[in-house]
């Protein structure tokens, strides 16, 4: 089974993943499973299943691995940078 855990929110939902392999966090039926088998949401499953995620490289720390955001969220460590009518994305520890 794959290396992850839970990336919860500052209200303790769950707002996505990290894995340690970026090929793993590809995989929209390994990440359903993983929401499935933790009993998520079936919006999560949904959301995985139509691609609307970001995979994100984990610049947080040094595990290494990503982070599966799920929605508008930022990664730990992410943050934004706003042009109008782009968005570019910007990590720092």
């Not at 039926?29 to 009993?39: A, G």
């Amino acid at each position: 089974m794959a290396d992850y855990s839970m990336v919860r929110d500052q209200s303790g939902s769950v707002c996505g993943l990290w894995l340690r392999s970026p090929e793993e966090a590809q995989n929209r039926e390994l990440l359903t499973m993983l929401l499935i088998k933790h009993n998520l949401p079936r919006e999560l499953s949904a959301t995985v299943l139509s691609g609307d995620y970001r995979v994100v490289s984990n610049t947080f720390d040094n595990a290494g691995g990503c982070f599966v955001m799920f929605g508008k969220g930022l990664a730990p460590g992410e943050k934004t940078m706003h042009v109008p009518g782009k968005k570019w994305w910007q990590f720092w520890k």
